[in-house]
């Protein structure tokens, strides 16, 4: 398993940017898929972006499309979630999360997909 560390959380006004990184340890990072979820008090965590482990394929939930990019440097084993024009509604924990698998161009979008997680970095957006 990997293990993962996010960073890049904050506070930040409606309407402004934060970067999110995910730094690797353990198996060879590109032998991951990654993806990011985040999580609200009293809520299920939810899928927000994965990327495959080729980074030739993305996918987003459709709340976020158009203003968050997910992407990876295999070089550096670290998986970036760049957030713009941040909603108060995008306040949550974020996580990263890790599955390694044979298939350079699946991405993954279930949480039971994933089998190793980030401890997790706070987003607040105030309004």
């Known amino acids: 398993q990997a293990q993962l560390v996010e960073s890049g959380g904050g506070l930040v006004q409606a309407g402004g940017s934060l970067r999110l990184s995910c730094a690797a340890s353990?198996?060879?990072?590109?032998?991951?898929?990654m993806g990011w979820f985040r999580q609200t008090p009293g809520k299920e965590r939810v899928f927000v972006a994965a990327i495959s482990k080729s980074g030739g394929n993305i996918n987003y939930v459709d709340s976020v499309k158009g203003r968050f990019t997910i992407s990876r440097d295999n070089a550096k084993n670290t998986v970036y979630l760049q957030m713009n024009s941040l909603k108060p509604e995008d306040t949550a924990v974020y996580y990263c999360?890790?599955?390694?698998?044979?298939?350079?161009?699946?991405?993954?979008?279930?949480?039971?997909?994933?089998?190793?997680w980030g401890q997790g970095t706070q987003v607040t957006v105030s309004s």
């Open positions: 999360a890790a599955r390694s698998t044979y298939y350079s161009e699946t991405y993954y979008v279930k949480e039971h997909d994933y089998d190793s």
């Open positions: 353990g198996r060879t990072f590109n032998s991951y898929a």
